[in-house]
């Protein structure tokens, strides 16, 4: 705080005793606060350290690692397909057919028949079959939607980093805004203090009512109270910041912000245009639209031919008794073709189908525009605020600049005996409180163009 050098010797003796009765009220009110080692932070650091300890950061990552490991899989599909085959089969009963007798035998009548059985009791098949797909739309299709389903994911992934950058960088910047709301609760403990001082004398004095003296007394009261509840959020604060950045031992750790921040990142320089396509959560809806559009190709290609190359090479055996190693009762057997088929009927509605997808792409396009227009609210809404506390803080340069005037002018008075100490020193408390209500402007400065960088996909700015 400012004070004269120009008191009288009595004026500086009372001022010194009310500096330290607010100094030991301070030193209460951090003495609950436990005294660690303090490490210096700086906001690029707390974002990095954030990104490197959240677990949900490592599950994101180990999400997308396995949706590349699955459209590789897809590839695979590609790949010849072969398969080694046996049976071993025993027929209690053997297949019996009708062959007309007559056309192969003139004894017989033309239309004669006989029952005949064929095979025999046991047989046995062994082999090997190849498949190679040639044309199969499908698995083409569910590649694509694989690799989209990766980005999906990755934009996900970015979303849930968006958010989290935003929030270390707000619980930080929180701090710096709850150590001004701190040099504010001072400022205004300090006034109502001296002003209870000075009420106190006049009641001493026989010339104040004690319901006057009553109601200093509670205003200085409630300060002390605004005080002590700055200083308990400050440390509510720090825990967070600590939690976020994955401090192993938030009971006895501490943290220093480092304020340089405040001037690297000038919110006087964050008129741009938002840019939408930038912020992951508006991605992701534009690609889970795609995604639904795909599927909707997807569904359509089931109805499509599939072609490939079919071959099989083994052999067959055929006895009346168990035998599986009977000499000359195996035949080879084998062939290559080719394989084409073109589904009618799958047991779907694919008309229904295709209607849910498009639906659902109409639906993911709607929710992006939703989503898009309340980044631009939130955008337009944060440079209003931006724009109120700049506006505010011109005053407030305005009102110092006129407060040290009239301070300078009052210290002229008082030397040549034409104004009084405590009148003074109320001026320079007054002015203490502007200083402090200007810092405490410029935090919440910060803090509405973190909002805005948030709302115009610019986050990346504070730690790349």
């Known amino acids: 705080m400012i004070f004269s050098t120009q008191f009288p010797l009595k004026g500086i003796r009372n001022l010194k005793r009310q500096i330290t009765g607010l100094a030991v009220i301070l030193l209460l009110l951090l003495s609950t606060i436990p005294a660690f080692a303090q490490t210096t ?105 694989s690799e989209l389903q990766e980005l999906i994911t990755a934009a996900s992934q970015a979303q849930t980093t968006y958010e989290l950058v935003y929030t270390v960088a707000q619980a930080y910047a929180n701090i710096g805004l709850q150590q001004e709301q701190i040099s504010l609760a001072i400022a205004d403990t300090a006034r109502t203090w001296i002003s209870y001082q000075l009420q106190k004398n006049k009641f001493l004095a026989k010339r104040l009512l004690k319901s006057d003296l009553n109601t200093a007394l509670i205003n200085h009261h409630n300060t002390l109270q605004k005080l002590a509840d700055a200083v308990s959020q400050l440390v509510e604060n720090k825990v967070y910041l600590l939690f976020l950045i994955g401090q192993d031992d938030i009971a006895h750790s501490d943290i220093i912000i480092d304020t340089g921040f405040y001037k690297s990142y000038d919110p006087a320089r964050s008129d741009f245009a938002p ?77 229904n189908k295709l209607q ?60 040549e005996g034409q104004e009084s100490a405590s009148t003074l020193n109320t001026a320079e408390v007054s002015l203490e409180s502007i200083l402090a209500n200007y810092a405490l402007g410029e935090k919440q400065l910060w803090i509405y163009r973190l909002d805005y960088l948030k709302a115009t996909g610019r986050l990346n700015k504070l730690w790349q």
Do not use: C
């Not at 840019?275 to 559009?293: F, R, V």
């Not at 795909?294 to 079919?310: D, H």
């Not at 724009?387 to 008075?413: F, G, Y």
């Open 41 to 145: 932070v700086s906001l690029r650091q707390a974002i990095i350290s954030a990104l490197a300890n959240r677990k949900n950061m490592q599950a994101g990552k180990i999400d997308l690692t396995i949706r590349k490991l699955q459209t590789e899989a897809l590839l695979k599909k590609y790949w010849p397909q072969v398969s080694v085959e046996y049976n071993y089969l025993y027929n209690p009963i053997l297949q019996t057919s009708i062959l007309p007798i007559g056309i192969f035998n003139p004894a017989y009548p033309p239309n004669a028949t006989k029952n005949i059985q064929f095979g025999t009791k046991w047989s046995q098949a062994a082999g090997v079959t190849v498949v190679q797909p040639l044309l199969d739309v499908s698995i083409s299709r569910e590649k694509s939607e």
């Open 275 to 351: 840019t939408s396509d930038s912020i992951p959560e508006l991605q992701q809806l534009a690609l889970e639209s795609k995604l639904a559009a795909l599927q909707a190709a997807t569904e359509k290609a089931k109805y499509l031919p599939t072609i490939s190359m079919k071959g099989f090479l083994g052999a067959n055996q055929y006895t009346n008794q168990f035998s599986p190693i009977a000499a000359n009762s195996w035949f080879g057997l084998s062939y290559v073709g080719l394989d084409v088929k073109l589904p009618l009927l799958i047991g779907e509605d694919k008309q």
């Open 356 to 415: 849910q997808l498009k639906l659902q792409s109409y639906q993911f396009n709607d929710q992006r525009d939703d989503k898009s227009a309340e980044y631009t609210k939130d955008a337009v809404t944060a440079k209003i605020k931006s724009d109120r506390v700049l506006a505010q803080l011109k005053t407030l340069e305005e009102n110092i600049s006129l407060s040290k005037e009239t301070i300078k002018i009052m210290q002229d008075r008082f030397d």
